[in-house]
């Protein structure tokens, strides 16, 4: 089955301990992307990456971190979560290259994981 | 002016009506456009996707694109209580594989 997949899908935490978070895809999708979900905010990009080791910063990267070492994992590192982490957090996952001269950026949602940091 | 814009709702339809939800969009944001519902809680599901003006139709759902107004809207027929949720426009900025939200817009469909 198509998937995007994430662990943990749950975490509580505390200040300052470092988390990973991690993304999986089975697509062979080159562009991966991580969001957060708040209340009233919407959906805000964090980074995201164009293929293996490309990776860019989104919207809102202060205090995130990832690497793109294989094609298929996206991981999203805290090195030190602050309460302000506390979110829904997204890992999505979309081809890319051209369809009819557009490009095709139909993006793939993973089941989310919520971060509390206390 | 947002980049993508939505009405937040809650637009309210009765059960087997029409509903019509409605996206605005700024210079930045082109070519692509996407239309995904989102359950309380869950993640983005796509439902629709287009790409050049003009409707799309697939099922129930149909998806307008009306370029010149930046416009995208997003009917749904014979509405059902399943379809009540969150309904997100989006669409694709430069070549980056980049998309841009709107904040949703929440649908309740009343039996």
């Known amino acids: 089955e198509a998937q995007v997949t994430q662990n943990p899908r749950y975490l509580i935490t505390v200040t300052g301990k470092k988390l990973t978070v991690t993304c999986s895809q089975n697509?062979?999708?080159?562009?991966m992307s991580w969001y957060r979900q708040d209340p009233g905010l919407g959906l805000r990009q964090i980074y995201y990456?164009?293929?293996?080791?490309?990776?860019d910063k989104g919207d809102v990267p202060e205090g995130y971190k990832v690497s793109r070492k294989e094609k298929r994992n996206f991981p999203l590192i805290l090195e030190s979560p602050s309460p302000n982490q506390t979110s829904l957090y997204f890992c999505?996952?979309?081809?890319?290259?051209?369809?009819?001269?557009?490009?095709?950026?139909?993006?793939?949602f993973g089941p989310g994981t919520r971060l509390t940091v206390l | 002016q947002k980049e993508v814009e939505q009405n937040s709702g809650p637009l309210s339809v009765p059960e087997g009506a029409i509903a019509s939800l409605n996206c605005t969009y700024s210079?930045?944001?082109?070519?692509?456009f996407f239309w995904y519902r989102q359950y309380s809680g869950k993640s983005p599901e796509l439902i629709m996707s287009?790409?050049?003006?003009g409707d799309k139709e697939d099922g129930r759902f149909t998806a307008q694109l009306n370029k010149a107004s930046q416009y995208v809207s997003l009917l749904i027929r014979d509405s059902q209580p399943s379809d009540s949720a969150t309904y997100l426009c989006a669409g694709g900025s430069g070549n980056t594989g980049k998309l841009i939200f709107g904040q949703g817009t929440t649908l309740q469909v009343k039996p």
């Open positions: 287009i790409y050049s003006n």
């Open positions: 999505a996952s979309s081809p890319l290259g051209t369809w009819g001269g557009r490009w095709g950026n139909e993006q793939f």
């Open positions: 990456s164009m293929n293996v080791e490309v990776t």
């Open positions: 210079d930045r944001v082109s070519q692509s």
């Open positions: 697509m062979n999708h080159e562009y």
